[in-house]
């Protein structure tokens, strides 16, 4: 892999801004349609100034696509504006997956993406053991999770962890 540029972030420190987008990535999250085998992710990339840059869900576009990799396909992955950016995702991005050749984390390492804010780390139910988190650290990458916007993850996910579903009307 190419030598990266990281432009250090301010990774343990979560600020308003960060609970803003989070939110933002939540409800896109909302908008997938549902799969018996996959999550409902969203995902907001936002530059180093703080202005969005793109946004995706799984399955937006195409039954397979996931949510980061949705949000990065409408940017260049050279594209200046990524270098010191950061990734808001309701899961952490998938380490391997079948339904594609390149994973999200893999995606997320092609860039200069320097900070991945996650709600949750992905449970065991579709995958034996997501290493995302640790695969994007051993990179540079500062990953930083919002614990307290796990059950909001959660409850987009209902559908496949056995929770009581929530009625959108």
Same mark, same amino acid.
């Given at each position: 892999?190419?030598?990266?540029?990281?432009?250090?972030?301010?990774?343990?420190?979560?600020?308003?801004?960060?609970?803003?987008?989070?939110? !933002?990535?939540?409800?896109?999250?909302?908008?997938?349609?549902?799969?018996?085998?996959?999550?409902?992710?969203?995902? &907001?990339? &936002? @530059? *180093?100034?703080?202005?969005?840059?793109?946004?995706?869900?799984?399955?937006?576009? @195409?039954?397979?696509?996931?949510?980061? %990799?949705?949000?990065?396909?409408?940017?260049? #992955?050279? @594209?200046?504006?990524?270098?010191?950016?950061?990734?808001?995702?309701?899961?952490? #991005?998938?380490?391997?997956?079948?339904?594609?050749? &390149?994973?999200?984390? %893999?995606?997320?390492?092609?860039?200069?993406?320097?900070?991945?804010?996650?709600?949750?780390?992905? #449970?065991?139910?579709?995958?034996?053991?997501?290493?995302? &988190?640790?695969?994007?650290?051993?990179?540079?990458?500062?990953?930083?999770?919002?614990?307290?916007?796990?059950?909001? *993850?959660?409850?987009?996910?209902?559908?496949?962890?056995?929770? #009581? !579903?929530?009625?959108?009307?």
């Amino acid at each position: 892999m190419a030598a990266r540029l990281r432009v250090r972030g301010h990774g343990g420190t979560i600020t308003a801004m960060d609970r803003m987008w989070m939110r !933002q990535a939540i409800d896109l999250a909302g908008r997938c349609p549902p799969s018996d085998g996959a999550f409902s992710v969203g995902a &907001v990339l &936002v @530059d *180093a100034s703080g202005q969005k840059l793109a946004c995706g869900y799984s399955r937006e576009d @195409d039954p397979h696509v996931h949510a980061e %990799e949705s949000a990065l396909g409408k940017l260049n #992955p050279a @594209d200046a504006r990524l270098t010191g950016s950061a990734l808001y995702t309701t899961l952490e #991005p998938c380490s391997q997956r079948k339904s594609r050749p &390149v994973t999200c984390t %893999e995606h997320i390492l092609r860039t200069q993406i320097s900070r991945v804010i996650i709600a949750w780390r992905e #449970p065991s139910l579709l995958v034996a053991d997501c290493v995302g &988190v640790e695969t994007l650290r051993a990179d540079g990458v500062i990953v930083d999770e919002l614990p307290d916007w796990a059950d909001a *993850a959660h409850a987009v996910n209902a559908h496949l962890l056995g929770l #009581p !579903q929530s009625d959108k009307t």
